[in-house]
């Protein structure tokens, strides 16, 4: 399941590559290369107001599903971005890389990280961290294999393989992010209270709008 999220996390975080992308796109398509990079900014925008509220769809629905749509949704906007260059149309690379690939972002993002956790209770600040970790280094992958793909086969047949290939193994990986079984959950929760002679205390459970107003959201918040 870490690794799962790991590699899912890698093909998602490729979204910090697009400067790569910014001139030759500019310069194909005669665009600013502010319009271009603006594209980015609609995607990560779209990237934080899903994952926002993508964590409820998860518990509710599952992560293999979530992770599914977000394989979907990724790969079509990052196909789909070839096909604007195409067309030569600026609006539907906002629609294409910025909404579609940007929901995609958030749904993958929150995807592991929200399940992860809940197998690994005892070590949960690890298993998340390594997961984002993927979603960090993943620019530092992508930039030069964009670089060899856009001089060997072009501008937009680069987006249609790399799209293709974002799907394919998100896809993949989603079938392997499941929840843990709950009764193995609480095995493991009391192994670790009675390897720490103590019992596991939770915190009181607030509303969204309770946990608005908390110091801790405020700390978080100005971070």
Known sequence: VAF???????MIGSVYAWSVFTNPIAKQNGWAESSVALAF???????GMSAAFMG????????RLTGTIASFLYGTGTIMTGWAIHQNSIWLLYLSYGVIGGLGLGAGYVTPVSTIIKWFPDKRGLATGLAIMGFGFAAMLTGP??????????????FYLLGTFYFVIMLLAAQFIVRPNLALSSITENSISQKKGTRLTRGPELTANQALKTKSFTF????
Do not use: Y
Request: aromatic letters at 10%; hydrophobic letters at 60%; proline letters at 2%.
């Open 4 to 10: 799962a999220g790991v590699m899912f996390h890698l």
């Open 56 to 63: 409820k769809v998860v518990e509710k629905i599952g992560p």
């Open 41 to 47: 900014s609609i995607a990560i925008f779209f990237l």
């Open 145 to 158: 294999v964009a670089q060899q793909l856009m001089a060997s086969v072009g501008l937009e047949q680069t």
């Open 220 to 223: 978080l918040w100005i971070m």
